[in-house]
């Protein structure tokens, strides 16, 4: 089970940080990260940690302002989003998926979405 934590609202160029509790260890290989869902458009991924060699990968629409981490003692996963702008405004999911693949038909666990609404 995922369970998001951190939305909110906040005006374009501020931040937000966003979390994610894992109820228990997933198996050794996975991704883990988070997708966004804004009004009219189609579920895209936005960042994502990779067990097989502990990297992490971002949608080219939030590189340089986006930070994925992790705690792994406690099971959590955060994403720390700084610079917001409005078209970031959507409800942001927690995901996690067995094997190496990040799309939305390959997610094997959905958090249930916490929105983030970014106003200019």
């Known amino acids: 089970q995922l369970v998001e934590s951190g939305g909110g609202s906040v005006q374009a160029g501020g931040s937000l940080r966003l979390s994610c509790s894992l109820s228990?260890?997933?198996?050794?290989?996975?991704?883990m990260g988070w997708f966004r869902h804004a009004p009219g458009k189609e579920r895209e991924g936005v960042a994502y940690?990779?067990?097989?060699?502990?990297?992490?990968r971002y949608a080219d629409s939030v590189k340089g302002r986006f930070t994925i981490s992790r705690d792994r003692a406690d099971l959590t996963m955060f994403l720390q989003m700084n610079s917001l702008k409005p078209d970031d405004t959507a409800t942001y999911y927690c995901?996690?998926?067995?094997?190496?693949?990040?799309?939305?038909?390959?997610?094997?666990?959905w958090g249930k979405g916490t929105l983030v609404t970014v106003t200019s």
């Open positions: 995901a996690l998926t067995y094997g190496d693949s990040w799309y939305v038909g390959g997610v094997d666990v």
């Open positions: 228990a260890e997933p198996l050794p290989v996975y991704n």
């Open positions: 940690w990779r067990s097989p060699d502990e990297t992490t």
